[in-house]
Each structure stands twice: as structure tokens, then as C-alpha cells.
């Protein structure tokens, strides 16, 4: 049986549908699942994993060796007291599924769909109804000072900025010229 050599952008493609790159966590699985030192792959870059699968590619896959290292990873962590990097959604082997104690995928409520709100009314200028300019063209209209537009707005609406309601004011002001 002679060598099989293996070409870059073979290995570029090797676990992946449709001939897409591998991701750094992909590359990391391919290198660990073919028996790289568990401390190796911890701090290696890109690169470094590049090098070695291409000088090992031609090992056997062991996907045992996945949830072995992170197992090993979660381990030291714990060691360590960082009990918040610990996540089944930053382990190697997972999948995306979330797993009872048998091993039978729990199913997920399905959400309720929100029930859609009526369309804002607006006025015949345009605003949208209850808001703080709207009211505030409606004191106009009705023949209110500045002064007292400000004082009633205010009351109404707490949190509303007297500069900006005396810019509506006389914005209504010179669109009724």
C-alpha cells in the first residue's frame, strides 16, 4: 500500500460538507481527535494546528478524545475557580442539542407567537397620538400660551425637556403663518 499524500486545501476541507474551510474550533477537534497532547492543543494558534494535522492526517479519528479533552479543560477550570467559562455551548463535542440523563434529546416548548399591536393612530398633521409633541400642538391649536403649553405638557408628561416643547411650539407657530 503506497503513501497517501495529503495536498493544503485538502486538509483545509477535511470536515466539512460542500468544501468550506475549517473554523479554528473545527481544526482544533480534527487535531485532538487524531491524538494531538491535550496540553498541545490548549495554547496552539492556528498555524501550530495547521502544521501538525498536516504532518498527522493520515492518523485514525478517535471522537472518544473529543469529550476526553473536554472533560480535561473543564477539570482545570474548576481547578482554577473560573466556574463561569464552564458551558456545554463552549465544549468541543457539542452539538447543539440538550440531553436528559438518559441521553434523549429534551424538546423545547415552542414559544407562543405575540399577538400583533393595533397601528398608532396619528393626527391630521402627521404625529403619532399620545405623545408629548402631539399634545403639545394640540395646546397650540386650542389657543394656549407658551407658557401655560409648557406647564401642562410638563405636568402630563414628567420627563419631557421644556427647550423642546417651546421648539414645537413655535415650529406650529410659523407653519400656521
Known amino acids: 500500500m503506497g503513501v497517501v499524500y495529503k495536498t493544503i486545501p485538502e486538509i483545509s476541507n477535511l470536515g466539512s460538507a460542500g468544501g468550506a474551510h475549517l473554523t479554528y474550533k473545527d481544526l482544533k477537534k ?18 501550530t494546528l495547521t502544521n501538525w494535522l498536516l504532518t498527522y492526517v493520515l492518523r485514525p479519528k478517535d471522537d472518544n478524545l473529543i469529550v476526553q479533552y473536554d472533560n480535561y ?9 473560573a466556574h463561569e467559562l464552564i458551558h456545554k455551548s463552549l465544549r468541543l463535542s457539542y452539538l447543539g442539542d440538550d440531553l436528559d440523563e438518559k441521553g434523549e434529546i429534551i424538546k423545547k416548548e415552542p414559544k407562543v407567537p405575540r399577538e ?56 406650529f407657530k410659523k407653519a400656521k403663518k
Not at 151 to 169: D, G, H, L, M, Q
Request: glycine residues 8%; proline residues 5%; positive net charge.
Open 30 to 47: 480534527e487535531c485532538v481527535a487524531r491524538g494531538m497532547p491535550f496540553i498541545e492543543v490548549t495554547g496552539a494558534s492556528f498555524p
Open 73 to 81: 479543560i473543564e477539570n482545570i477550570l474548576r481547578e482554577r475557580g
Open 116 to 171: 400583533k399591536k393595533a397601528p398608532r393612530e396619528k393626527t391630521e398633521s402627521g404625529l403619532f397620538q399620545g405623545t408629548k409633541k402631539a399634545y403639545t400642538e394640540k395646546l397650540f391649536n386650542m389657543g394656549k400660551t407658551l407658557e401655560q403649553t409648557v406647564t401642562k405638557v410638563c405636568r402630563k408628561f414628567p420627563e419631557a425637556k421644556e427647550k423642546s416643547i417651546k421648539i414645537w411650539y413655535n415650529k
